[in-house]
């Protein structure tokens, strides 16, 4: 119902203000030994502590459970399909940044993959050669100027920035999962997103090395940076197929876990 998603934005709303609150009195905190980008890594680290206790405790053996009984054939289109609901997002956006190119494509292929692509089970625009850039509110903020801010671990979510976290509400709104008004299918709807996603990252997160907080931290900024920038940064040191953390699916911008999720 649109009361119910209403208050659920405006509960979020009051929640990241607190955060961002508890999160700045973090950051007076030895702030000469701070990473420039990550003046609030105390208060940070513990969000990213308790994110990776209830990753290990339910999120990867669900996902390992997933990945063994579940077909490939069938994750794969479980993935396309939520996929697919996300263009409608990088439409909106690309139209936002002023990028009708882009816009057109991500029309093409969610119209080419809902019908031919059954429901977008199916990525059929893909192989016809029909690829679009994702794009999100957060990336738009940044198109138009809008400073990331610092460095941000949200409960659940994971990775974030100020910047990223203010374009929460509205990546929201533009994901039709947020619309199913039947609560148990949204609530299944969005669990099985979860795992599908989770299981993505068991392979890649083995090449990990290092303190994990601060790999994924800045791992994360920098493909952020490279996404607003479009590349102007220059090669997208994540763009192999050995390694592609790709934080934006990971976040759950349905509404209900959303942005990344319990991969960090």
Known sequence: MVVKQTGFVTRLLVALAALALLAGCAGRVAEEDRHPDDPWEGFNRRVFSFNE??????????????????????????????????????????????????????????????TVGIAGLWDFATHMGITADEEDFGQTLGVWGVDEGPYLVLPLLGPSTVRDTSGLPLDMYTYPLTYVEEDQVRYALTALRIIDVRAGFLDQEEMIRGDRYVFIRDAYLQRRRFEVSDGEQGDDPFASDDFDFDFDDADFDDGEFDDADFAD
């Open 53 to 114: 206790a209830i990753d290990r405790t339910v999120l990867k053996p669900v996902a390992r459970g997933y990945r063994r009984v579940t077909p490939q054939p069938v994750q794969t289109g479980v993935g396309n399909f939520f996929s697919n609901l996300g263009e409608i997002r990088t439409t909106l956006n690309s139209l936002l940044q002023a990028k009708p190119a882009n816009a057109g494509l991500s029309t093409s292929r969610f119209l080419i993959n809902s």
